[in-house]
């Protein structure tokens, strides 16, 4: 089972990157996928998450600047980020399990991907 996780860069603030990841070694569509990020010398905080049916939940953080969409018949997930600030460098990282609910703690996703590094200049 793998997650991998790309589309990150440098933009400039108030420009748009939209993250992929791609997942492999078993279906996710009962999976509840989600995207979370890690900024240097703080805890890793959850983004956004999808539920296989599509429903979605965000952080108050990223709320009407950041999307989350799936394709579930290619085990994708995206994150169409709009409008970043300099706040949302972070390296981001999408993460996968099987939930009724979307979770938002770390611990409640077994399967992680490497990680993309978003860098937004001021």
């Known amino acids: 089972v793998q997650l991998q996780a790309c589309g990150g860069g440098l933009v400039q603030a108030g420009g748009s990157l939209r993250l992929s990841c791609a997942a492999s070694?078993?279906?996710?569509?009962?999976?509840?996928m989600g995207w979370f990020r890690q900024a240097p010398g703080k805890e890793r905080e959850f983004v956004a998450g999808i539920s296989w049916n599509g429903g979605k939940y965000y952080s108050d953080s990223v709320k009407g600047r950041f999307t989350i969409s799936r394709d579930n018949a290619k085990n994708l997930v995206y994150l169409q980020m709009n409008s970043l600030k300099p706040e949302d460098t972070a390296v981001y990282y999408c993460?996968?399990?099987?939930?009724?609910?979307?979770?938002?703690?770390?611990?409640?996703?077994?399967?992680w991907g490497q990680g993309t590094q978003v860098t937004v200049s001021s």
């Open positions: 070694g078993r279906t996710f569509i009962r999976d509840i």
């Open positions: 993460a996968a399990d099987r939930h009724l609910t979307i979770a938002t703690t770390p611990g409640a996703y077994g399967y």
